[in-house]
C-alpha cells in the first residue's frame, strides 16, 4: 500500500509539472543524455513579450514557486534563437531543471528534471566507434603568453588562468565552427605515451579524426617466462613514479604533484575500461631502498661470505675503506648535494615541479641561472675551484633527486606496460603498427601534411598519406634522421630536433632457479632484501642492482634487475656481443652473492641497451647549458601544421 501510494503521488506531480510546463510561454528541453561537459538546449517561444528571458540551472519548481539558481546558462535577446550551447560546471548536481526568467524576475519556462552522470572527474564520455572511442568535449585556449600561460615554467599557474578563462556559454554558429574545426583529419606519429596522452587530449577537446602511427612498441616491460600474469618480468625503461616526501626534522609530508598526472590517467583508464581486469591499471607501493642492500667494494666481505649490508657499512668502521679525503673535493660535493638535493629545493619542486624548475633557470645558482652554467663550469670558472678538484667531484657523479623518507609506487601485476595496453580498447581500431614515419612534407597549396614511409627499407619509393596536422610524438633523436620537404621550422625547433643530445642506457636482467623450483634467494639471507635498488658496486659497468617490488616473499621463481648503467657505461657495453655482456654480469652476480647465483641461473635474461633501439636510438632527452630556455617554449609551437616535441622515456 505504501509503494502504491508513493507511485500515486509522483504521478500527481508529474501531472501538474506537466500542465505548468504547457501554460508557461517558453518551452526548454535537453534531448540528449547529460554525460558531458557540453549540451544543447532547445528553445521555443509562443509570446515576443517574453523578450529578453535569462536561462539558469537549479532547483526545479515547488508547491511555494521558490527556486535557488546554481549557475546562469545564457540570456536570450532576440526572437528566433532555437537553441543554446550549455557548458556544464564541474560542480553541478543531478536532478536540477533549467529555468527562463523574464526581466523582472518572473518564471516563464522551464524544463523537466534533468539526470546528469559524470562518470569521472574529467566527464569522460564512452561511446564505442568503428574508429575508437570518442570522448567528451572541451573548450580549448592557446598555450601563449597572450593567455596568461608561461610557457617556459610554472605550468600549474596556467591551469588556474584557464579556470579563470573558462567560457560558460557560446552561441550555436560559434559552437558549429568549432565543430568544423574539428573534423580535421589529424596523424600522431608514435604510440608511446606521449603519443597516447595527445589522443585523450585531442579526444577531449572534440577531435575524433585521428590516426595513430606506431612502428613497434614503446614501454619495455619484459617478461621472461609465461605471460605478464606470471609475474616474471622486469622494467627495462621506466619503473616507478615518485607519490610523496618527507624530510627528516619535519612532519610534512609532501604529495608529488606532478606525478598525480600518472595516477588521475589510470583511473581515468581504469573507468573508461569499466574495471575490466584485462586492462585495469593498479599500483603497490615500490621499495625504493632497503638496509639489507648489499654494499661491495674493494672485495670485502663478512664471515657469512656476503657484502656487508648498506646499514653494516655506515655502523661498522672496519668496513670502512680508507680513501684519502681531500676537503676541497669534499666541499664541492658537498654544495652539488646542497644545489641539487637541498630539501627545501626538492620540496618546491615537488608542489610544483613546474614552478621550481622555472625559478631553477632563472637564480637558482645563488642568483644567477641555472640553465647558464655547466656543474664544471660554474665551480671552476665562477668558484675558482681547481681544475683537478672541480674533474674529481663533478665527474664522481653526485646524485639528483628526491631523498629523505619518500614513496614510491610502481604498477603491478604485468608491470608497466599495463598503462599504455589500458588505451587499446579505445585506439586500437585508429592505430596503425608497422610504420616507420621517414618524411613529413609540407604540401602548401593544400595546408597539409604528407607523411611518408616505406614497407621496406629495400622499397625504392616512399608510400604517402596526407593529413590535415600532425603531431611528432617521437623522440629526437630518431626525428633529426627524416626530411621535411617544404616545412619550415624555426630555427630554434630546428636546433632542438637536431641537436638535443640524448643519454645512453644498457640495462641487463638475469633469472634465478634453485634446482627444480626457482627462488627468490636474495629474500632468504638472514638479513633479507625486499626489492629496492640498494645493492651497490664497484664492479665497472654494473650500476645499480634492483630487486622486484611486487610478490615479495613468494614462493616462484624471481627476476634480478642485475645490472642498471648510463652514461660512457650505457656506450661501452652497448658494443659488446650480447652474450659476452650476458656473462660479464652473471659473473658479477656470483661474485656479489655467491655460488647461489650460478646454481639458480636458468639461462633466461632479457637485455636492453636504448642505442640500438632502431626506434629510440638512446635512452633520454638530456639537454646541455642553455637548452631547457631556449627550447621549452617552441615545443608549444606548430611550424606548418606540424607540432614536434622531444620525448623523454
Not at 122 to 149: D, F, H, Y
Not at 336 to 352: L, R
Not at 445 to 472: P, R
Not at 521 to 526: A, D, G, M
Amino acid at each position: 500500500m505504501l509503494i502504491t501510494s508513493v507511485l500515486f503521488d509522483l504521478y500527481l506531480f508529474a501531472a501538474a509539472a506537466a500542465t505548468s510546463l504547457a501554460d508557461l510561454p517558453v518551452k526548454l528541453e535537453v534531448k540528449a543524455p547529460l554525460n558531458s561537459r557540453s549540451a544543447n538546449i532547445h528553445l521555443s517561444q509562443s509570446h515576443r513579450s517574453v523578450y529578453p528571458f535569462t536561462v539558469t540551472y537549479g532547483d526545479c519548481p515547488t508547491r511555494n514557486g521558490r527556486l535557488a539558481s546554481h549557475h546562469t546558462v545564457s540570456t536570450v535577446y532576440h526572437q528566433g534563437t532555437d537553441r543554446l550551447v550549455w557548458l556544464l560546471p564541474d560542480d553541478i548536481a543531478s536532478g536540477g531543471c533549467l529555468s527562463a526568467w523574464s526581466s523582472n524576475s518572473q518564471l516563464v519556462g522551464h524544463s523537466r528534471p534533468l539526470a546528469i552522470n559524470k562518470e569521472s572527474r574529467q566527464w569522460i564520455k564512452k561511446n564505442r566507434l568503428e574508429k575508437g572511442t570518442k570522448l567528451g568535449k572541451r573548450a580549448s585556449i592557446p598555450m601563449t603568453s597572450a593567455s596568461g600561460i608561461d610557457a617556459g615554467g610554472p605550468w600549474f599557474d596556467g591551469v588556474e588562468v584557464l579556470k579563470q578563462k573558462e567560457i560558460s556559454v557560446v552561441d550555436a554558429a560559434q559552437a558549429q565552427m568549432m565543430t568544423d574545426s574539428r573534423a580535421a583529419e589529424i596523424a600522431i606519429v608514435g604510440a608511446g605515451m606521449a603519443g597516447l596522452m595527445t589522443w585523450l587530449c585531442l579526444n577531449m577537446s572534440g577531435f575524433h579524426n585521428v590516426e595513430i602511427l606506431e612502428a613497434g612498441r614503446r614501454v619495455h616491460t619484459a617478461y621472461l617466462e609465461g605471460g605478464p600474469s606470471d609475474y616474471q618480468y622486469q622494467e627495462m625503461g621506466p619503473m616507478r613514479f615518485p607519490e610523496s616526501i618527507q624530510y627528516a626534522g619535519s612532519n610534512e609530508t609532501i604529495p608529488v604533484n606532478d606525478m598525480k598526472l600518472t595516477f588521475q590517467l589510470a583511473e581515468v583508464m581504469n573507468q573508461l575500461n569499466q574495471a575490466n581486469p584485462n586492462y585495469t591499471v593498479k599500483f603497490i607501493p615500490w621499495i625504493q631502498n632497503s638496509p639489507n642492500g648489499l654494499y661491495y667494494f674493494s672485495g670485502l666481505k663478512g664471515s657469512d661470505g656476503l657484502p656487508p649490508t648498506a646499514t653494516e657499512n655506515k655502523n661498522n668502521p672496519k668496513f670502512a675503506i680508507a680513501i684519502p679525503a681531500d676537503p676541497i673535493i669534499g666541499n664541492i660535493t658537498d654544495q652539488i648535494s646542497q644545489i641539487g638535493c637541498d630539501p627545501q629545493i626538492m620540496a618546491a619542486a615537488a608542489k610544483n615541479v613546474f614552478k621550481a624548475h622555472k625559478s631553477f633557470l632563472d637564480t637558482g645558482l645563488g642568483g644567477l641561472g641555472g640553465d647558464d652554467w655547466s656543474e664544471f663550469a660554474y665551480f671552476h670558472n665562477h668558484l675558482k675551484y681547481s681544475l683537478n678538484a672541480t674533474d674529481q667531484a663533478v665527474n664522481g657523479g653526485a646524485y639528483v633527486g628526491y631523498g629523505g623518507n619518500s614513496l614510491w609506487d610502481t604498477i603491478y601485476n604485468c608491470g608497466l606496460n599495463k598503462l599504455p595496453n589500458s588505451f587499446y580498447p579505445h585506439v586500437g581500431p585508429i592505430t596503425t603498427l608497422g610504420r616507420s614515419i621517414e618524411r613529413a612534407e609540407f604540401l602548401p597549396n593544400s595546408s597539409q601534411v604528407q607523411l611518408s614511409w616505406k614497407n621496406s627499407y629495400m622499397d625504392t619509393s616512399f608510400q604517402n598519406k596526407t593529413y590535415d596536422y600532425a603531431f611528432i610524438s617521437a623522440p629526437f633523436s630518431k626525428v633529426r634522421t627524416w626530411r621535411f620537404p617544404n616545412t619550415k621550422f624555426n630555427p630554434t625547433l630546428r636546433n632542438a630536433m637536431t641537436t638535443m643530445p640524448y643519454d645512453a642506457v644498457c640495462k641487463l636482467i638475469l633469472k634465478k632457479v634453485a634446482l627444480q623450483f626457482s627462488t627468490r634467494f636474495w629474500e632468504h639471507y638472514r638479513q633479507p632484501i625486499y626489492g629496492s635498488c640498494s645493492t651497490a658496486t664497484d664492479i665497472p659497468g654494473i650500476g645499480s642492482i634492483c630487486y622486484p617490488s611486487y610478490d615479495i616473499n613468494s614462493t616462484g621463481p624471481g627476476v634480478m634487475l642485475a645490472s642498471y648503467t648510463s652514461g660512457d657505461f650505457g656506450i661501452r657495453f652497448a658494443s659488446w656481443p650480447e652474450r659476452e655482456h650476458v656473462h660479464y654480469v652473471l659473473n658479477a652476480m656470483i661474485e656479489i652473492h655467491g655460488e647461489v647465483a650460478r646454481e639458480q641461473y636458468t639461462g633466461k635474461y632479457n637485455r636492453k641497451c636504448w642505442a640500438l633501439d632502431p626506434l629510440e636510438s638512446a635512452s633520454w632527452a638530456s639537454p646541455s647549458i642553455g637548452m631547457h630556455k631556449l627550447y621549452i617554449p617552441t615545443y608549444f609551437e606548430t611550424h606548418n601544421n606540424v607540432s614536434c616535441h622531444p620525448r623523454k622515456i
